[in-house]
């Protein structure tokens, strides 16, 4: 019987074995865990310091982006990138205020307006026109170019209208001089899905085009007339700006767009060159100073720190949730 059992562990020996493998393990579990404790308390410090120590370089680390350095006699260079509108970096506030600065430097010789847009709001194209013209009989001996780049298009060349003249690189996109409203219409989709359309409004049009709902000849007709309207205020524009140089031709006031190649023969545009051949070979002042208003450090910091932290705390969840698993 001693020779039978003599190789095998008796139930007090299995029992102490058992409860020494339990804490064994717990012991293991509270290690690790504790790690992880560390190891999370260790992360958030760190994070926790950068924060501050960003925030105190803020506090500290002047503005890199205010105001242009004083400078000798240059070419001043005002740039409109993207769509002009109220709320993007082609708005007409910040161009007009780095026009005004331009023009008022004794030492600008001339001024560029380097454009590429495809348009935008007419409002704040138009704001810009008016600027440009006003700039222009205020400082009479400081003359305005418009150099476009990849486009000027629409809003753009509503803009560029204003200019002494306009010089485009031959592949340079140029004109659609006209005005664009769109919509769609779902009535026919809602109807095959049994879909009822709910509009409770207080005036006879205030639903106007309301795409969930069938089109009214009326307030297409007032909608048309409108467009119409804006669009001779453009070609007004484009006219005034341009003068005897367009040529008469139909085309140029129905939305299409050309090269810059093109444009020059339609008379849209006066010649071709870049930015620097008009700094160097027009306006005579081959340095050029860009007065195109930049983020701070501030506004770009907040941005940056926004996405930052973002991506951080959704890197924060994917690893904790590895951590769990």
């Known amino acids: 019987m001693e020779e039978q059992n003599s190789g095998q562990p008796t139930g007090s020996q299995q ?3 058992w409860q020494q493998d339990v804490i064994n393990r717990l012991v293991f579990a509270s290690l690790n865990e504790q790690r992880r404790t560390r190891r999370w308390n260790i992360f958030f410090k760190s994070l926790m310091f950068s924060y501050l120590f960003l925030l105190v370089l803020m506090v500290y680390l002047p503005d890199q982006g205010e105001g242009v350095k004083k400078t000798g006699r240059h070419t001043a260079l005002v740039e409109i990138n993207g769509v ?33 847009s495809p348009g935008g709001s007419p409002v704040q194209a138009g704001y810009i026109n008016d600027e440009i013209k006003r700039l222009r009989d205020k400082y009479p001996k400081i003359k305005l170019y418009a150099v476009v780049t990849d486009i000027c298009a629409s809003g753009g060349y509503y803009i560029a209208a204003a200019a002494d003249e306009i010089f485009a690189d031959k592949a340079s996109i140029i004109g659609s001089i006209g005005v664009v409203m769109s919509s769609f219409g779902f009535v026919d989709s809602m109807q095959k899905l049994g879909i009822e359309r709910r509009l409770y409004t207080a005036g006879e049009s205030k639903g106007l085009l309301d795409p969930f709902t069938p089109e009214k000849k009326a307030e297409v007709t007032h909608i048309k007339q409108m467009l119409n309207t804006i669009h001779r205020q453009f070609i007004d524009v ?5 003068g005897q140089r367009l040529k008469d031709d139909k085309r140029l006031f129905t939305g299409l767009v050309w090269t810059g190649e093109e444009s020059v023969e339609l008379g849209l545009v ?3 060159g870049s930015s620097s051949y008009v700094a160097r070979e027009v306006i005579e002042a081959e340095n050029i100073v860009n007065y195109t208003p ?3 450090f501030y506004e770009r910091f907040a941005e940056r720190l926004g996405t930052a932290m973002a ?6 969840i994917d690893v904790k949730q590895l951590l769990l698993r």
């Open 270 to 272: 006066d010649g071709l």
């Open 311 to 316: 991506n951080t705390l959704a890197q924060i």
């Open 15 to 17: 029992d102490n074995q």
């Open 238 to 242: 484009v006219k005034e700006g341009r």
């Open 84 to 116: 002009i509108a109220d709320n993007t970096e082609a708005n007409a506030d910040d161009i007009i205020s780095s026009l005004r600065a331009a023009f008022k430097n004794k030492d600008t010789a001339g001024v560029i307006i380097r454009i590429n």
């Open 294 to 296: 930049k983020q701070s």
